[in-house]
Structure formats: structure tokens, C-alpha cells
């Protein structure tokens, strides 16, 4: 009796899947075995947050240094960053001659860099701002990049930009 019963059991099984096609017979089969079939899916991709680190060197001439807000926004072959504020609370940044560090994270590497954008917010007496140049090393492969600027960010000084798009031969 138990055999007849599992025969007809097998029949229906191949009645099954003739008639629902081979996809559905290996549901069946690979949720009964252990191992799980080929996966058409692309194997999903896991970001992780890269660190940059940011050096900026204020000009050594008269008022070079500003009080104003200072951002950047960086790019690359892979993406850009969110506009980041370079802040260290509690110190005086971006001062005649002076070299300046600060750390930023995007979500994913952005690959080989292009550019930089960097700009201030004009706040406060004379905002004006001579940068001298901007280095952004990825922490994780240990590439860097320099910005040559060498130019005023600043509304009463050379074309009244202050803003400037960094490129990796120039400043514009």
C-alpha cells in the first residue's frame, strides 16, 4: 500500500511539473535540499563610507584669512559629496599662512577626483578669502589630489567671486 501511495505520489510530482514547467519543480526541489539554485540576481552592492581628509592653505598675504562659513562639495569619476562646512569649533580657521585639517565621510568612494568646489557664505567683516590650494587624500586607498587655487574668494577683490570651481590644473 505504501508503495502504490508513493508512486502516485512521483506521478503527480512529474504530472506536476510538466505541466507547470521545470521553474517550478525547482522551487520545489531547492526548498527541499539545503543548497539554493543559480541566482539571476546581481549580488546587491554594500556601500561603505569612505573618509576623506581635507588640508586647506590660506594665502601668506595682508588679510589673506576670513571669519566667513567655508564649504566644499567634492567631485570624482564615481559622484560627488553633499556640500560640507570645514569647521573646527572653538578654533579660529582659515588664517593668513595658516594650514588647515578637517575630516569628511561620504556614503561610497568617489573614485579618481576632478574637482573641488569651495566657497564661503561672505559673513562677517572682510570675508574676503586668498586660498592658496586644497589636498584631499582618501584615507582608505591613501590617493590624494591638490588644487592649486592662488586666488581672492572674496566680492571686493579680483572678479568678486566667492565661490571657485577647483580643478585639478586650475582655478576658476
Given amino acids: 500500500m505504501k508503495r502504490k501511495c508513493l508512486k502516485l505520489l512521483m506521478i503527480l510530482f512529474f504530472v506536476l511539473i510538466i505541466l507547470t514547467g521545470c521553474d517550478f519543480a525547482q522551487k520545489i526541489y531547492y526548498g527541499i535540499f539545503p543548497t539554493s539554485p543559480p541566482n539571476d540576481q546581481p549580488t546587491p552592492v554594500v556601500l561603505e563610507p569612505v573618509k576623506y581628509e581635507v588640508t586647506v592653505h590660506t594665502a601668506d598675504v595682508l588679510y589673506a584669512g576670513t571669519n566667513a ?89 579680483e572678479d568678486g567671486k566667492i565661490q571657485r570651481t577647483i580643478t585639478l590644473e586650475s582655478c576658476k
Wanted: overall charge negative.
Fill in 69 to 157: 562659513d567655508v564649504f566644499i562639495t567634492i567631485y570624482g569619476s564615481e559622484g560627488q559629496s553633499e556640500k560640507f562646512q570645514l569647521d573646527k569649533p572653538g578654533y579660529n580657521d582659515f588664517e593668513r599662512n595658516n594650514t588647515d585639517l578637517y575630516s569628511v565621510t561620504t556614503p561610497d568612494d568617489l573614485g579618481n577626483l576632478s574637482h573641488v568646489r569651495i566657497e564661503h557664505n561672505d559673513k562677517g567683516m572682510a570675508s574676503g578669502w586668498k586660498l592658496d590650494y586644497v589636498n584631499v587624500r582618501n584615507t582608505k586607498t591613501d590617493m590624494a589630489w591638490f588644487f592649486q587655487c592662488k586666488r581672492w574668494l572674496a566680492k571686493d577683490e
